[in-house]
């Protein structure tokens, strides 16, 4: 299984962007999937997550009501609108698949990862 991410650039504060990250190979429908992102000269964290039937879906507080998760799996493809957005969003995003199918904020939990996509937000 491979994922791609796509959708970063550069936007001013308070603007918004939609980050892209589509499945190639195994059986997306049956994933969870996730976005983490890691900010320069921190960890990566945990950002939201939809388990395969949509069912559940589950944000980090700082991005609640500001980001929404979702999936396309006719197109294979899980995604990330992202509004209001502030400097502190500022990171490389990262997609990521379970195979289980679960939504879960824990990244060992996760069996593929994407590249990343560098979002950077100025103020």
């Known amino acids: 299984v491979q994922l791609q991410a796509s959708g970063g650039g550069l936007v001013q504060a308070g603007g918004s962007l939609r980050l892209s990250c589509e499945a190639s190979?195994?059986?997306?429908?049956?994933?969870?999937m996730g976005w983490f992102r890691q900010a320069p000269g921190k960890e990566r964290e945990f950002v939201s997550c939809?388990?395969?039937?949509?069912?559940?879906?589950d944000y980090t507080d700082s991005v609640k009501g500001r980001f929404t998760i979702s999936r396309d799996n006719a197109k294979r493809t899980v995604y990330l609108q992202m509004s209001r957005l502030k400097p502190e969003d500022t990171a490389v995003y990262y997609c990521?698949?379970?195979?289980?199918?679960?939504?879960?904020?824990?990244?060992?939990?996760?069996?593929?990862w994407g590249q990343g996509t560098l979002v950077t937000v100025s103020s």
């Open positions: 990521a698949a379970d195979k289980a199918g679960w939504c879960t904020r824990t990244e060992y939990e996760y069996d593929y």
């Open positions: 190979g195994g059986t997306f429908s049956t994933y969870g």
């Open positions: 939809i388990r395969w039937s949509d069912s559940i879906i």
